[in-house]
């Protein structure tokens, strides 16, 4: 069964083109390290919420976007192996390839797909 790693991150509103290059850079790297496919959204109708959101979740700022993401691995153990490989990419260092956004603000986990039609 497929492997889905998955984030929510806030992105500097004037930074889309340099945040749509680093997500085709990182997602060539993915894809050569064995992920089946990337996808990320930019925020088009993402409210505030009275208990939680994703603006809540990633402290969203005024002039700042909020990105829905996900890889899809063949499995975990692709993902795992694939992970280890992509921190040692030297594509991804960040004085070659900077993160435009605040990463530690980023929420991410991986999942185990329950249902899916």
Known sequence: MS???GCVIAVPTAKREQFKKHAEITSTIFKENGALS???CWGD?????K???FPMAVK???DETVVFSWIIW???ATRNAGMQKMMADPRMQP???AMPFDGQRMIF???NILYQS
């Open 3 to 5: 492997y889905v790693d």
């Open 38 to 40: 990337i996808v990320e």
């Open 45 to 49: 109708d993402v409210p505030d919420g």
């Open 51 to 53: 208990v939680t959101s």
């Open 60 to 62: 969203l700022k005024e």
């Open 74 to 76: 063949p499995d975990k």
């Open 95 to 97: 004085d070659v390839n």
């Open 109 to 111: 986990g991986g999942f």
